[in-house]
């Protein structure tokens, strides 16, 4: 069953898809990646000249350098990430999820809304937390 990882271009999206890749490696299975944009099309930059789709195409070719069977969803159907990722997850029936976490203030986490803890709490399969580099 295929990995599925939630991907940014951030630290804790990168901390995650290295931990993803090492974990599909292992395990000899696909590796998922979701890139989701919450806001819909006109509220994000994409396209093949964007800075998110520029990094994916590099990490993309350095995953199938190493062998990893890899598919990507990038997807911009306005949809919390949370909820994409959870669906992906349930559309592949994956093994496990990888998200990366970063630490937020008690505020932060009232005003935003927490991605992870939503797909810790609804996701269909176990979910792998890892920390973002320091």
Request: proline share 5%; aromatic share 2%; with cysteine.
């Amino acid at each position: 069953m295929p990995i599925v990882v939630g991907f940014v271009p951030t630290k804790e999206g990168r901390a995650a898809l290295a931990r993803a890749a090492e974990e599909s490696a292992l395990r000899s299975t696909k590796l998922v990646i979701v890139n989701s944009h919450r806001g819909g099309r006109d509220a994000v930059d994409v396209g093949p000249e964007s800075a998110t789709e520029k990094e994916l195409a590099s990490v993309l070719d350095d995953l199938k350098g190493r062998g990893i069977d890899t598919e990507v969803h990038a997807l911009v159907r306005g949809n919390e990430p949370a909820e994409d990722l959870i669906a992906v997850a349930a559309e592949v029936d994956a093994d496990f999820i990888v998200i990366g976490l970063r630490r937020r203030t008690p505020v932060g986490k009232l005003i935003l809304g927490s991605n992870a803890q939503r797909v810790l709490l609804d996701s269909p399969c176990p979910v792998l937390a890892v920390k973002g580099e320091a």
